[in-house]
């Protein structure tokens, strides 16, 4: 029986993980859940699953969840609230796995910590990562923990490197990644209407049911451009070495071409029950309530290279990735505000990557040495981000 502590339990991946949980009770039991502000799904959770404890990040909100866990028969859950508390809870003695599934960079302190603990980290949070970089590698790497990727691509990647991988290892046996893409909801729109899209195509996904922010970054397909970085770190691997593959039907979730010649894909149902159930029972196999793939439904596959033009993000991606150093940090946070003032329809579409490249050449590729030095240049590079929003509109 493992002990599961879920960060973002609310959201797309925290659901769907508690699916997985619900069909496997003799093999985890949920220790840990955290939300930001969703309290009513967060309760709904507590009646389901039971933890020990819960974490709500929003004071306000966190008060009011106490008050109604006091007036309920879970009384015994213990409540706890500010972002301090999601590191206690990520590296509880009782937790075995922590599933990292905060959105953003809110997520980095209490994956970091869980990995500095020792803890399995399956790791969903992909900004944390790539915020971050060599410092969270070295962290895994020191304190012997397990870090297995959920990311549907990096988890297939995985799943295709020989049985004894261990992430953040290099493969001579590698020739190169095939990192897959759907394309988003514009791969075909004309470049000059994309300035026109409204908040609610960007989030309209054609193949994934996912959060708000990853969805706007898979339509910009900054996504890709950040599991790009994620690749390169979690399989130690140099961006010449990847080659993003738009798949439009999202069936072949990634792909790994060795040198002997051998292309070994992993296939699937694009639900993301698959990674997370194929991480929580690794090096084992578990059930995860996705329909099996008919493969008679699979008539035709398409590959095709993306447009960097269409997608600049990608291409900032890239520069970043090959610059180094703060600069994927400096990409993220960017990234972030820009999105977020694109949700909250203050910006344009087409506005997102001028504002991360405006930022992005604010900066120099310093080398990143410390965890101190990410949160001040992710600070920076917010503050910089706004500052650009201003000028450009006012
Ligand atoms: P989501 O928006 O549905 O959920 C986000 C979760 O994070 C919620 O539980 C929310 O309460 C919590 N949260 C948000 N801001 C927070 C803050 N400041 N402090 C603490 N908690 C906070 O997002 P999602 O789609 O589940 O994505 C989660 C992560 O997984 C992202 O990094 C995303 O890139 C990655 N991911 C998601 C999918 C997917 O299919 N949804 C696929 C691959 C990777
Ligand atoms: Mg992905």
Avoid at 140 to 158: C, M, R, T, W, Y
Avoid at 206 to 220: F, N
Wanted: negative net charge; contains cysteine; glycine residues 6%.
């Amino acid at each position: 029986m493992k002990g599961l502590c879920i960060l973002g339990a609310t959201g797309s991946i925290g659901e769907s993980t508690l699916d997985v949980v619900s069909r496997h009770p003799d093999q985890y039991n949920v220790i840990a859940l955290t939300a930001n502000t969703n309290i009513d799904t967060l309760f709904e959770q507590c009646v389901n699953h039971k933890p020990e404890c819960v974490v709500v990040v929003d004071e306000v909100k966190a008060d009011l969840f106490k008050e109604k866990i006091k007036n309920s028969d879970l009384s015994t859950i213990k409540v706890k609230s500010g972002s301090k508390a999601l590191e206690e809870v990520s590296t509880l003695e009782n937790v075995d796995s922590v599933m990292a599934a905060i959105v953003g960079a809110a997520g980095l302190l209490p994956s970091l910590a869980a990995a500095k603990a020792g803890k399995t980290v399956l790791l969903a949070n992909k900004e944390a990562l790539v915020m971050s970089g060599n410092i969270f590698m070295q962290a895994v790497q020191d304190a012997g923990a397990k870090l297995l990727p959920i990311d549907s691509e990096h988890n297939a990647i995985f799943q295709c490197m020989p049985a004894e991988y261990v992430a953040g290892e290099s493969t001579k046996q590698v020739r190169r990644i095939l990192l897959t893409a759907s394309g988003g909801p514009f791969r075909e729109t004309p470049v000059d209407e994309l300035h026109n899209v409204t908040v609610e195509q960007a989030v309209a996904h054609p193949k994934w049911d996912m959060g708000r922010k990853i969805s706007v970054d898979s339509a910009t397909m900054m996504n890709k451009g950040l599991e790009l970085i994620e690749a390169c770190l979690l399989f130690n691997i140099l961006p010449d070495d990847i080659q993003v593959v738009i798949h439009k039907q999202s069936i072949i979730h990634s792909m790994v071409d060795y040198v002997d010649g051998s292309v070994l894909a992993q296939m699937g149902n694009p639900d993301m029950r698959t990674p997370i159930a194929h991480a929580m029972a690794w090096p084992d196999r578990f059930d995860s309530g996705v329909e099996p793939l008919n493969i008679f439904d699979v008539k035709q596959m398409d590959f095709e290279e993306p447009n960097l033009e269409r997608f600049p993000c990608l291409r900032l991606a890239y520069e970043a990735i090959t610059a180094g150093g703060i600069m994927p940090t400096v990409l993220n946070a960017s990234n972030e505000i820009a999105v977020d003032e694109f949700l909250n329809k203050r910006i344009k579409f087409t506005d997102i990557p001028i504002i991360i490249e405006k930022c992005m050449n604010q900066f120099s590729a310093e080398i990143v040495d410390s965890l101190e030095v990410i949160l001040q240049i992710d600070k920076q590079a917010r503050e910089q981000s706004y500052k650009i929003i201003e000028e450009m509109f006012h």
